[in-house]
């Protein structure tokens, strides 16, 4: 079955820089879109990031172009999130997702468990 | 930008009654409209997708309608496993911004 696993989260002082990872296994990563969205604590959902299946075409939230980058590497079944310039507004629960099939550009159907990052002084 | 305004905020119901949740957009939409099941601690769940298509393995008891800039997701019976927040989400056409609902919460009356 699909599982995806999330690492990489922590406590960060603002304007410092940290790396997400989201390992996935039970299908083909090379053949799937893959999406991060953030969920602030108590709040709702926000899509962040996705990526085409061959890692060429991303596009981002506006709010963080610029400052995230969503990258892959299919030999090790692993999508990163590389976060830099972190604001307190980026304080939030990062779930890696994979693309529905038919498209890299599919919304999200299956998510993994999240990571926290909390961006604090 | 399109922004989703979901309605209501909180619906209190009993198991075995039906609920009935909407999504209305800013602006008329495309066809990529979704809704995810979140209970509490968990990721959400992919519940319909294109408006009205269910997803692998999610009940017949869930259905999803509308156009334009109206959608509804309904609950026909519900079951206790379905007390939690719902989200509705757009994907834009080009480029493929994605855009949540703030959600609604059907908790238990």
């Known amino acids: 079955q699909v599982q995806l696993v999330e690492s990489g989260g922590g406590v960060v002082q603002p304007g410092r820089s940290l790396r997400l990872s989201c390992v996935a296994s039970?299908?083909?990563?090379?053949?799937?879109?893959m999406h991060w969205v953030r969920q602030a604590p108590g709040k709702g959902l926000e899509w962040v990031a996705v990526?085409?299946?061959?890692?060429?075409?991303?596009f981002y939230i506006d709010s963080v172009k610029g400052r995230f980058t969503i990258s892959r590497d299919d030999s090790k079944n692993t999508v990163f999130l590389e976060m830099s310039s972190l604001r307190v507004e980026d304080t939030a629960l990062y779930y890696c997702?994979?693309?529905?099939?038919?498209?890299?550009?599919?919304?999200?159907?299956?998510w993994g468990q999240g990571t926290l990052v909390t961006v604090s002084s | 930008e399109i922004v989703l305004t979901q309605s209501p905020a909180t619906l209190s119901l009993s198991p075995g009654e039906r609920a009935t949740l909407s999504c209305r957009a800013s602006?008329?939409?495309?066809?990529?409209l979704a809704w995810y099941q979140q209970k509490p601690a968990q990721a959400p769940r992919l519940l319909i997708y294109?408006?009205?298509n269910r997803a692998t393995g999610i009940p017949a008891r869930f259905s999803g309608s509308g156009s334009g800039t109206d959608f509804t997701l309904t609950i026909s019976s519900l079951e206790p496993e379905d007390f939690a927040v719902y989200f509705c989400?757009?994907?834009?056409?080009?480029?493929?911004?994605?855009?949540f609902g703030p959600g609604t919460k059907v908790d238990i009356k």
């Open positions: 602006q008329t939409v495309s066809k990529y």
């Open positions: 989400q757009h994907r834009a056409n080009w480029p493929p911004i994605f855009t």
């Open positions: 997702a994979k693309a529905r099939p038919g498209s890299s550009f599919f919304e999200p159907d299956h």
């Open positions: 039970g299908f083909i990563l090379s053949s799937s879109g």
């Open positions: 294109g408006v009205s």
């Open positions: 990526t085409s299946n061959d890692g060429s075409t991303t």
